[in-house]
T-cell receptor
């Protein structure tokens, strides 16, 4: 069972470069999320999408854009990468019901020099 | 404001001993609580949840959690720790103003020594 798949797993960028992190889920979930994880800060929500065609800002959206391409795919774009965006990025998905857990991918480790 | 707190950055326990990882919450109304585990270089994995009903919730890998409304706590427990339980544990609560979202604690690293 694939679950939530993120690509790439690792990436090194130079300051000012752009890139898109890809995420796909095969569980037919309506909701999808992008988080960043930094030491000592837990997970912080960047953007989320409650359903196909909708996106909303989370706690730390600045410097990022997202696209909910279809029900399966939710991408995160860094238009002009900054060293402060060095982090581990996780995508997650969940069923809409309030009592359902989120399912996570294995992350993208992004370093910006 | 809604929040969860994990007061311990790290918990150390000997293999075979019981373990407890603490979580307290602050939510208006009924809380919907979750525990996740993260192994190195992996994403978070769902362990268990409390929605309603019995205060003792059983989950994956022999873990359980006790919901205590008067103490606003949801501590994770296991009767006998394994070295393989060593990981990062996160408590989370459903955001009641936007039920699509979870609010995560900062995590507790569990180290089980042989």
């Amino acid at each position: 069972n694939a679950g939530v798949t993120q690509t790439p797993k690792f990436q090194v960028l130079k300051t000012g470069q752009s890139m898109t992190l890809q995420c796909a889920q095969d569980m037919n979930h309506n909701s999808m999320y992008w988080y960043r994880q930094d030491p000592g800060m837990g997970l912080r929500l960047i953007y989320y999408s409650a359903s196909e065609g909708t996106t909303d800002k989370g706690e730390v959206p600045n410097g990022y854009n997202v696209s909910r391409l279809n029900k399966r795919e939710f991408s995160l774009r860094l238009e002009s990468a900054a060293p402060s965006q060095t982090s581990v990025y996780f995508c997650a998905s969940s069923d809409t019901a309030y009592n359902q857990p989120q399912h996570f991918g294995d992350g993208t480790r992004l370093s910006i020099l | 404001a809604q929040s969860v707190a994990q007061p311990e950055d790290q918990v150390n326990v000997a293999e075979g001993n019981p373990l407890t990882v603490k979580c307290t919450y602050s939510v208006s109304g009924n809380p919907y609580l979750f525990w996740y585990v993260q192994y190195p270089n992996r994403g978070l994995q769902f362990l268990l949840k409390y929605i309603t009903g019995d205060n003792l919730v059983k989950g994956s890998y022999g873990f359980e959690a006790e919901f205590n409304k008067s103490q606003t706590s949801f501590h994770l427990k296991k009767p006998s720790a394994l070295v393989s339980d060593s990981a990062l544990y996160f408590c989370a609560v459903r955001d009641i103003y936007n039920t699509d979202k979870l609010i995560f604690g900062t995590g507790t690293r569990l180290q089980v020594f042989p």
